[in-house]
């Protein structure tokens, strides 16, 4: 979940969540029953894996990812909320410290920040 001014969806961490998932071997979604939408796409987009991501774009929203998973008889949820921009500013400013020290294009602020 996002502010209405983002212009991408899903936000390229939902899309990198979404990829670090499917990397464990175990099929997404695989006992469900045939799918009917009476309005196409409320069930989100689906991933080949089936694992469905769903964007939400509203204003007064930041920056909100939401993982819920299931399996009969219960769900497991992570949160993450960021309610101000200050937030990513200490990762933001020791990767600036740290950039200097690569001579290719570094992708993932873990690289720089751990």
Request: proline share 4%; with cysteine; net charge positive.
């Amino acid at each position: 979940m996002h502010h209405n001014q983002k212009a991408d969806s899903p936000s390229g961490t939902c899309i990198k969540t979404a990829e670090m998932i499917e990397e464990y071997p175990k099929k997404f979604n695989q006992n469900l029953v045939k799918e009917s939408e009476s309005l196409k796409g409320v069930r989100g987009g689906v991933r080949d894996s089936g694992i469905n991501i769903h964007s939400v774009r509203l204003p007064g929203l930041l920056a909100h990812q939401l993982v819920i998973m299931g399996s009969p008889g219960e769900t497991y949820t992570i949160k993450h909320d960021t309610i101000d921009r200050k937030a990513y500013m200490p990762g933001v400013l020791q990767a600036i410290k740290k950039i200097g020290n690569y001579e290719t294009l570094v992708y993932g602020l873990e690289k720089l920040i751990f």
